[in-house]
């Protein structure tokens, strides 16, 4: 019987487990190796590791957290979480595994607008997050493929940072080349544009497929509904990082650091909810 097991090697996951680790509680992470930002090969905003590889980050994480002993760290992929009696019970590489608290730290899984030649450069001069990757384009111009009102919200911040802000629709967009400097979109129009880098809006998904024996809450986002130290819906289950979203605020917090506080305020929660028990 585990005290936590935490679903999820990611920011969020890994942050839980080195909270749950200091406080000495018998803790799983199960982690299937399918990370948000898997081709980015330099993350920002996240003070002390501005620039760093996101798979470096890991892989330090999981280099301190293996100085804690009661943590195990295993690259198995879960299947299914069900409450069973004063437990619940978690399927993973074949086996059922038993523990008083679920975090679920699995993230989404995004959906690019299908442009040919899109998808490449994705996490690179291709990104959705302006805090995360804009810097990199300063004083050069970038285009904002997105038809929807939050393009203009976009443009606006991006204006002092780039040189020139193009609002493209996907739709008009026919193919984007990788240039040594940024990339060209070749339009339907017959025309072509060169820009630093491109801020594209994928639909995005939460990684929750194997949830379907818990009735979890979910936010009108699509996101998990949780509290403020990630309590979701069902007692002993809480939900931190991307897949989740607090009541007191308006959608996700797509990011390392908001991942990371999440993971960290989960952890508590359980340590405390496993002392009142
Ligand atoms: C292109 C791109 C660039 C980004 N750049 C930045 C940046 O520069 N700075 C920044 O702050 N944020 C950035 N982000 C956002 C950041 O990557 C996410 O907010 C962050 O990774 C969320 O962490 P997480 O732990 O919730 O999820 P993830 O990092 O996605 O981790 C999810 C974990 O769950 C595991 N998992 C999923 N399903 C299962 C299962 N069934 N069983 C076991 N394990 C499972 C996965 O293997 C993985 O370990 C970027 C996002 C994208 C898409």
Redo the contacts with the bound molecule.
């Keep these: 019987m585990y005290d936590a097991i935490i679903?999820?090697?990611?920011?969020?996951?890994?942050?839980a487990a080195l909270t749950l680790g200091r406080m000495h509680r018998r803790t799983l992470l199960?982690?299937?190796?399918?990370?948000?930002?898997?081709?980015?090969r330099?993350?920002?905003?996240?003070l002390t590791n501005d620039g760093r590889d996101?798979a470096e980050i890991?892989r330090i994480a999981r280099a301190e957290i293996a100085a804690y002993d009661t943590v195990e760290i295993r690259d198995?992929?879960?299947?299914g979480v069900e409450r069973e009696d004063n437990a619940l019970r978690v399927d993973?590489g074949g086996e059922a595994l038993r523990t008083h608290a679920v975090i679920l730290?699995?993230?989404?899984?995004?959906e690019l607008p299908p442009i040919p030649g899109l998808a490449a450069h994705?996490?690179d001069t291709?990104?959705?997050?302006p805090?995360?990757?804009g810097h990199e384009f300063a004083g050069r111009p970038v285009a904002v493929l997105n038809a929807s009102p939050h393009a203009a919200v976009l443009a606006r911040m991006l204006e002092p940072v780039a040189s020139e802000v193009l609002v493209i629709d996907p739709a008009a967009v026919r193919e984007v080349v990788g240039r040594d400097d940024g990339l060209r979109l070749h339009l339907h129009d017959g025309s072509a544009v060169e820009v630093a880098g491109a801020f594209a809006a994928?639909t995005w998904r939460v990684?929750a497929?194997?949830l379907d024996r818990l009735d979890l809450l979910r936010q009108d986002s699509g996101a998990l509904r949780t509290d403020a130290f990630g309590r979701t819906s069902v007692e002993g289950v809480y939900a931190?990082?991307?897949?989740?979203q607090p009541d007191h605020l308006p959608g996700p917090?797509?990011?390392?650091?908001?991942?990371l506080a999440?993971?960290q305020l989960a952890a508590v929660a359980v340590v405390q909810s496993l002392v009142m028990d």
């Design positions: 679903i999820g090697g990611g920011p969020a996951g890994l942050q199960l982690d299937s190796g399918e990370y948000r930002n898997a081709t980015v330099h993350a920002h905003n996240l996101p890991r198995a992929a879960v299947t993973a730290a699995t993230g989404v899984a995004d994705w996490g291709v990104a959705n997050c805090f995360c990757h994928p990684r497929a194997f931190v990082g991307d897949i989740a917090l797509f990011s390392l650091a908001a991942a999440g993971g």
